[in-house]
C-alpha cells in the first residue's frame, strides 16, 4: 500500500498513525507518551495498550519462584489455572447464587477437622477466610466472648481480657489484641526456651485469659511448639487454680504439614485443651493468595452470637467472617487439590520440600562462617545465624542484598524479644523450590559468601534494613 504519494496519503497516513492499532508495541500513545499515575487519564486507551503497562511494571517485582521469603503459594499447575480463570468472577457471600460452591467450602473445611482429629466431625465447624489472619481474628474473637460470657455468669468483670502467646507470634496477633481490646501477654522467647514450651506459663495465666495461642510453625524460624506440652501445663495449672484455659493453634502453616509428614505429633484436636485451629490454604495448602480457614472442635467451642445470616437457596445460611464479599476461586482450588493430591500426594509434596530444606540447612551448616538456628525439619524453614567471632566485616544483610542481585529473595531480619539482638536469615522452601534450584542458590550463597569474606575492609552499614518476614 502506498501511502506516501499526493497530499491526500499524507492525511491518510496521519489517520493511520493515529489508529493506534497500526502502531507497532511500545510507541502507541500511553506507552510512548506518559499517562497520569496518581490521577485518572482524561481519555479511554486500547486495552492492548494499559494491559502492557500493567504487565510490564509487574515485571519489575521479584520473580516470584525465587522469593524464599513468603510462605505463599507460587506455583499451581495448569488445570488449577484453568480452574480459577473459569471461576474468577464467584463471590463467595453470594450462597445463594453460588450454592455449589458453598457446599464445595463445607466440603473443605471438613476434610481439615477430620484431618485434624476432630473427635466428632458432623459437630465440628469452621468457614474459609481470606487467610490465616482473618481466620486467627475469629479464633481469638470466640476465645474473647466465651471468656466473656462465663465471667457475666458468674457476675464477674469483663473489663480486662488477656491472651497468651509467644514473643514470636505472627503480626496478626498483635492485630487481633489491639483491635478487640485484648492485652497481649508475650511470653518472651529465648536461648533456652527457643518456643513457648510451658515452662513457667502459671505466671502469665490468670482468670482474665481468654486462652493461650501455640505456633505450629513459627514464622521466625519455622519452629514447632510443643501444643502437648503447652496442655500439660494448663492442666497443672488448672489442677492447682481451678482456671480451665483453652489452646488456640495457629497452625498457618504447620497444619497443613504436620498431617501428613508428622502424623504421630499430637498438636490438634487430640489434644482436649484445642478448641480451634486455623491454616493458610495459600501457604501449604498450595492454593494461590487469598485462602485461609478455621475449625473448631465443636459447635460449642463457637458462641452462637457471633454468628449471622446470609440468605442461602431462600433459607438461611449461618456466616462468620470480617469480610462480605469475597473471591470464591480459592476455595474451589483447595478442593481441587484435595482431589487431584489426596493424602498421599499432599505427603510426597510436603516431604519433597522437607527434603530440599534438610538438605539446604545441611549445606549451609557446613559454612564455617554461619550457625543454624534451626535445620527445617518441622516445617520446611529454617534459619541461621552468623557465627560468632567469624567476621567484623560483613553481616546477614549485606549477604542478603547480595544474593538480591541475582534474584533470590532470601530475608534477614532481628529476632523477637528477647532475642532482638541476635539477627537470623532465613529460607521458606515451598513447592516448586527444587532440588536443581536449591543447588543453584547454594552455589550463589557460597560464592558470595567467599566475596565478602575476602573483604578487606569492612561493608558501609547504613542501608541495611530488615527484611520483611511474613
Ligand atoms: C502467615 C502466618 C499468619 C498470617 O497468615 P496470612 O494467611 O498471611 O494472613 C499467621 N500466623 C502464622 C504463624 C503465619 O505463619
Redesign the pocket.
Same mark, same amino acid.
Given at each position: 500500500m502506498s501511502l506516501t504519494k499526493g497530499s491526500g496519503g499524507h492525511r491518510e497516513k496521519a489517520n493511520l498513525r493515529d489508529t493506534v492499532a497500526l502502531n507497532p508495541l511500545f510507541v502507541r500513545p500511553g506507552e510512548s507518551s506518559e499517562l497520569p499515575k496518581f490521577t485518572i487519564p482524561d481519555g479511554e486507551s486500547l486495552s492492548q495498550t494499559a494491559y502492557q503497562i500493567v504487565h510490564d511494571e509487574a515485571m519489575l517485582d521479584g520473580n516470584a519462584r525465587l522469593n524464599l521469603a513468603t510462605?505463599?503459594g507460587t506455583w499451581m499447575d495448569e488445570h488449577a489455572s484453568r480452574l480459577y480463570t473459569e471461576a474468577a468472577d464467584k463471590n463467595m457471600i453470594d450462597k445463594d447464587e453460588y450454592p455449589q460452591t458453598a457446599a464445595i467450602e463445607t466440603r473443605c473445611w471438613s476434610i481439615l477437622a477430620d484431618l485434624w482429629h476432630s473427635p466428632d466431625p458432623a459437630n465440628a465447624i469452621g468457614t474459609s477466610t481470606i487467610?490465616? *489472619?482473618e481466620a486467627?481474628m475469629l479464633g481469638g474473637l470466640a476465645l474473647k466472648r466465651t471468656w466473656q460470657h462465663a465471667r457475666r455468669a458468674a457476675g464477674k468483670s469483663t473489663d480486662r481480657p488477656n491472651l497468651v502467646m509467644s514473643s514470636a507470634v505472627?503480626v496478626?496477633w498483635e492485630k487481633f489484641c489491639n483491635y478487640w481490646d485484648v492485652e497481649a501477654r508475650l511470653v518472651p522467647i529465648s536461648e533456652d526456651h527457643k518456643v513457648l514450651d510451658g515452662h513457667d506459663l502459671a505466671a502469665y495465666v490468670d482468670e482474665n485469659t481468654i486462652g493461650v495461642v501455640a505456633?505450629l510453625?513459627?514464622?521466625y524460624t519455622g519452629m514447632y511448639e510443643p501444643v502437648k506440652q503447652i496442655a500439660d501445663a494448663l492442666d497443672e495449672i488448672e489442677a492447682a487454680t481451678g482456671l480451665d484455659v483453652k489452646i488456640h493453634v495457629?497452625g498457618?502453616?504447620g497444619a497443613m504439614i504436620a498431617p501428613f509428614c508428622q502424623p504421630d505429633l499430637e498438636w490438634d484436636f487430640r489434644v482436649d485443651r484445642v478448641v480451634s485451629i486455623n491454616t *493458610?490454604g495459600?501457604?501449604y495448602g498450595l492454593v494461590y493468595p487469598g485462602l485461609?480457614w478455621v475449625v473448631w472442635r465443636t459447635r460449642d467451642a463457637l458462641p452462637a452470637d457471633l454468628i449471622f445470616s446470609v440468605s442461602y437457596l431462600g433459607g438461611d445460611m449461618p456466616t462468620f467472617a470480617l469480610n462480605f464479599s469475597r473471591p470464591g476461586a480459592q476455595v474451589l482450588l483447595q478442593y481441587y487439590l484435595f482431589l487431584r493430591l489426596g493424602r498421599d500426594g499432599y505427603t510426597k509434596v510436603q516431604q519433597g520440600c522437607l527434603d530440599v530444606a534438610q538438605f539446604l540447612s545441611g549445606e549451609i551448616a557446613k559454612l564455617p562462617a554461619f550457625e543454624l538456628w534451626n535445620d527445617g525439619s518441622d516445617i520446611p524453614v529454617f534459619a541461621w545465624r552468623l557465627r560468632a567471632g567469624h567476621t567484623g566485616n560483613w553481616n546477614l544483610y549485606h549477604l542478603s542484598e547480595r544474593l538480591r542481585t541475582r534474584g533470590w529473595l532470601v530475608p534477614a531480619y532481628p529476632m523477637p524479644d528477647d532475642l532482638a539482638d541476635v539477627t537470623v536469615q532465613r529460607i521458606v522452601v515451598r513447592n516448586g523450590l527444587s532440588l536443581d534450584l536449591a543447588t543453584a542458590l547454594l552455589a550463589d550463597l557460597r560464592s558470595d559468601v567467599a566475596y565478602l569474606d575476602a573483604l578487606s575492609a569492612p561493608m558501609p552499614t547504613e542501608g541495611q534494613h530488615p527484611g520483611f518476614h511474613?
Open positions: 510462605f505463599v487467610g490465616s *489472619s486467627c505472627q496478626c505456633i510453625g513459627v514464622t495457629d498457618a502453616s *493458610s495459600h501457604k485461609g511474613h
